[in-house]
């Protein structure tokens, strides 16, 4: 019985690890040759654009009746504002957001590469707070409008009216189990999705314009309306320009677009460095999503302006959350309105198979580089459980309300583009673009103005997205403290001068002093091994290998060594490494010694002066500190066997 549990506790564990690199675990090794991308084998860009589609297009849901609210009659005007800013503005951003990274790390990664150090992780966290605010709130608010279309059919109204928080947790569960089951099943329901939606919203499109035309008097309505209200046209422009930000949440595909592009099915002679049929197609999909979108925004907010009564857009009217149902129902009566809702619940479920998407690709790819997660935090299965538990805490926190949730989901949408928009004005800077750089510098001022706008209007927003990037940047600290100890050299490349250093001197006891550079003179080195010998009581016979390591970006976690042998003076071997951290190059190249030649090394130190609390924090945030008895403790959780270990001394 007990053999039976074991295996199949083995069998569980392999399911939901399956794809977990190894790297940074374990012994390092020689670097692999590069091999060709794979990016080719992926989905056909049209299949991802309904990936990311599903939380685009699923805004139509709601997005006319915030629009209808917000902007009152103005409402067409705006959204054609906001059009203007989605193709002349987002729109050319993003495609050269793809270009500038095309492995799905977005504006982030393009933003982290100015700052280093633990400014550029700081940073980079903070942005990956925002990004989980967007896509953690887009599962979230996404369900929980569902399950509002769902709560408010007339026909179900009886039986579920208080049942809203239980089928939105439902909801999100389902999506969690869909990213469970595979990644490719996600895209296959989307394509699905995607393709009855958009034809029933064609069709109630098509029927709202032909009412709108069979009816003239509506237009003829509105239009009096409108210039009763503002006066004249000018004054109607000028107030769209002033509420289009309220509209915000129909930016929402750019993000999710990028985020999701390793996914998209490349030419079979791309590489990791040049993905150019990934790029390409990931334009495409860009591109095609935006127009669909600018079209379906346009007419659904003229339709529902001209043709739903201004009340019912009110909390607690017939077209409040909904105002393409009411009109499916209104004009097509309730059996395809019934289809209609049943689609249209369907997708915003959906949608956030897309957020959970940009967070698997976004998440793995920077928090256990950084040490700031779990290694297990690699592989998909593990990441899917977190992102659902936390979509749960989220939605009991605000019981499931979509306006609740709707600032910070703006938020985080607007923040994330307006960092895409400085990135790319940066980018273009530096190519020495003047023509580009002044466009997007002025696109970048939009996505501000549109960003401070909805902030001032909506400070929810900020508050919960501080919270995600406070519980980030807490939960990456514990976990970089928690694996301060582990091996995380991920190979190890030794020059010809080195590797022959380190097999002539394993013909006798392997012994290399640590010594921490100064000024490299004749002097230095004798003394230290003067010292290295009567502290440890050693003949002059011994003979002596220098390890010298230079701290570069001691934020960095794992990263490789390269190893360079040379001879001062004439008579002393030094190896020379640059690292993020003192111990563990040490501790790595000590067992990559110890494999290579098979005998057991010996490695002398001397105390470091100073409080010992003081020099662990020195090791943690610098990569220096108490070198000696951290190199001890990363070789002895690297390497169990204490007849394998190699010896450290200290005196």
């Not at 990936?51 to 103005?74: H, W």
């Not at 111990?583 to 098979?598: F, I, S, V, Y």
Request: aromatic share 8%; glycine share 8%.
């Amino acid at each position: 019985m007990a053999a039976t549990n074991d295996a199949r506790s083995g069998r569980l564990r392999a399911w939901m690890l399956e794809g977990l690199s190894d790297m940074g675990k374990g012994k390092p090794s020689r670097p692999k040759e590069p091999e060709p991308d794979a990016g080719h084998k992926g989905q056909r860009w049209w299949r991802v654009m309904c990936l990311t589609g599903v939380d685009y297009f699923s805004t139509l849901g709601y997005q006319p009746g915030i629009a209808a609210l917000a902007a009152g009659l103005v409402s067409p005007i705006a959204t054609i504002v906001l059009v203007i800013v989605t193709l002349a503005g987002a729109l050319p951003v993003y495609r050269r957001v793809s270009e500038e990274s095309p492995h799905g790390e977005g504006s982030i990664a393009m933003l982290s590469r100015l700052l280093s150090f633990w400014k550029g992780k700081l940073f980079v966290l903070t942005l990956l707070g925002f990004a989980a605010t967007d896509f953690l709130i887009t599962i979230t608010l996404s369900a929980a409008d569902a399950s509002t279309h769902l709560v408010e059919n007339p026909h179900l109204d009886e039986a579920l009216h208080d049942k809203q928080m239980i089928i939105t947790l439902v909801l999100i569960a389902l999506l969690g189990a869909v990213f469970l089951k595979g990644f490719l099943e996600a895209i296959g329901v989307a394509v699905v999705l995607v393709g009855i939606y958009l034809a029933l919203n064609a069709v109630v499109v098509v029927t709202g314009l032909w009412h709108v035309i069979t009816e003239g008097h509506v237009v003829t309505d509105w239009t009096t309306a409108l210039t009763a209200e503002h006066g004249n046209v000018f004054a109607v422009v000028g107030v769209a320009l002033l509420v289009f930000p309220k509209l915000a949440l129909g930016l929402s595909g750019f993000e999710t677009g990028v985020a999701v592009m390793p996914h998209v099915q490349g030419d079979p002679d791309d590489t990791e460095a040049e993905p150019t049929g990934r790029i390409r197609g990931t334009k495409k999909l860009l591109t095609t999503a935006a127009l669909i979108m600018s079209v379906f925004l346009i007419c659904t907010s003229f339709i529902t302006t001209v043709l739903i009564p201004a009340k019912e857009f009110e909390p607690g009217g017939s077209a409040n959350g909904r105002a393409l149902a009411y009109l499916a129902h209104e004009y097509l009566g309730n059996t395809f309105g019934t289809v209609y809702d049943i689609s249209t619940i369907a997708i915003l479920w959906f949608a956030g198979a897309s957020a959970m998407a940009g967070l698997l690709n976004l998440m793995p790819r920077y928090l256990p580089k950084y040490g700031m997660a779990p290694h297990w935090a690699r592989a998909v299965r593990p990441m899917v459980i977190v992102f659902t538990l936390v979509a749960f805490l989220v939605t009991w926190i605000f019981d499931a309300s979509v306006d609740a949730q709707g600032g910070a989901y703006a938020t985080g949408v607007l923040v994330l583009i307006s960092s895409a928009a400085i990135a790319v004005t940066i980018a273009a800077r530096k190519a020495r673009q003047k023509n580009w750089t002044i466009g997007f510098g002025a696109i970048s001022l939009v996505f501000l103005y549109t960003t401070v706008v909805n902030i001032i209007e909506r400070p929810d927003g900020v508050k919960i997205g501080a919270c995600f990037i406070a519980g980030i940047i807490l939960i990456s600290l514990l976990s970089r403290l928690g694996r301060a100890f582990e091996l995380r050299v991920t190979h190890i490349e030794l020059d010809a001068m080195a590797e022959r250093f380190i097999q002539d001197i394993s013909r006798r006891t392997p012994r290399f002093i640590a010594n921490e550079p100064d000024k490299r003179d004749i002097v230095e080195y004798r003394d230290k091994i003067e010292q290295i010998r009567a502290d440890n009581d050693l003949p002059t016979t011994e003979d002596f290998v220098f390890i010298e390591v230079t701290v570069t970006d001691p934020s960095e976690f794992e990263a490789g060594l390269t190893v360079r042998g040379e001879v001062l003076h004439e008579r002393y071997r030094v190896l020379t490494v640059e690292s993020s951290s003192v111990p563990n190059a040490l501790a790595a190249l000590l067992l990559h010694a110890r494999d290579l030649t098979g005998v057991r090394p010996h490695i002398y130190f001397e105390w470091t002066e100073g409080n010992p609390f003081a020099n662990f924090f020195r090791f943690f945030l610098l990569g220096r500190g108490e070198v000696a008895p951290t190199t001890r403790e990363i070789l002895r959780e690297a390497e169990p066997d204490r007849d394998l270990r190699p010896r450290v001394h200290v005196g």
